[in-house]
């Protein structure tokens, strides 16, 4: 059984940084597509980023901002978060699958953590 397990979100003033983690279980994130989501009440699920061999693909709206990482002996995937706004406000989840593609929509998803950035 796959599962992903997100963990490092929080509170953080505007300007700051925070990174989060995706762990996986039953799955191994080197042989497979990752990426970030996030989604607000009540509002569409917008793509953050996804990392597919050696390409890693960015919403313009973190472009610059956010890296993802990943550690094959932890198999975990990190999203690096700077210089954050307010707007980046939501509910960020992990998401994975074995394809990549325009309108992805991963398999395989975490339960997702709350970032917070206050102004």
């Known amino acids: 059984q796959v599962q992903l397990v997100e963990s490092g979100g929080g509170l953080v003033q505007a300007g700051g940084s925070l990174r989060l983690s995706c762990a996986a279980s039953?799955?191994?994130?080197?042989?497979?597509?990752v990426g970030w989501f996030r989604q607000a009440p009540g509002k569409e699920r917008e793509f953050v980023g996804a990392?597919?061999?050696?390409?890693?693909y960015y919403a313009d709206s973190v472009k610059g901002r956010f890296t993802i990482s990943r550690d094959n002996a932890k198999n975990t995937v990190y999203l690096q978060m700077n210089s954050l706004k307010p707007e980046d406000t939501t509910v960020y989840y992990c998401?994975?699958?074995?394809?990549?593609?325009?309108?992805?929509?991963?398999?395989?998803w975490g339960q997702g953590t709350q970032v917070t950035v206050s102004s």
């Open positions: 990392r597919s061999g050696g390409s890693i």
């Open positions: 998401a994975s699958d074995r394809w990549y593609g325009s309108r992805w929509s991963p398999a395989y």
């Open positions: 039953g799955w191994t994130f080197s042989s497979n597509v």
